[in-house]
């Protein structure tokens, strides 16, 4: 297998397009947007250590990734079934509480990290 280069560059320019796709389309996405710039900004302000940054960088990337998931099964459960079916129906219930459950893990961690400096 030879390195090519063209196919990286479009291998990118397609996730980048998926990503404009979720960002311009997805509240849900967005919200979790803001809430990281908010809790950047009170890492910046509280001074976080290395390891506490750690913790955030990946808790952040993980909401966001799975909420990309959540997107994109929810997308093709729609192309799959584009009338209502109980399955597809239950198929993004499941997906969207993997969601939550990572949320739910992301506000924890956060108050691990900030609650003792807030106190």
Do not use: Y
């Not at 001074?47 to 506490?52: D, N, P, R, Y």
């Not at 990946?58 to 399955?87: R, Y």
Request: a positive charge.
């Amino acid at each position: 297998m030879i390195f090519n280069p063209r196919k990286l560059i479009k291998s990118f320019s397609f996730a980048c397009k998926g990503l404009k796709t979720v960002i311009c389309s997805q509240q849900n996405f967005q919200v979790h947007i803001a809430v990281a710039c908010v809790v950047i900004a009170s890492g910046v302000f509280f001074k976080l250590t290395a390891g506490e940054w750690c913790l955030i960088v990946l808790t952040i990337t993980l909401v966001l990734a799975m909420e990309t998931l959540n997107t994109a099964i929810e997308k093709l459960v729609d192309f799959i079934s584009p009338g209502f079916h109980p399955q597809a129906g239950a198929v993004k219930d499941i997906s969207a509480a993997a969601v939550l459950i990572t949320a739910i893990a992301a506000v924890i961690i956060g108050l691990i990290i900030f609650l003792p400096k807030l106190l």
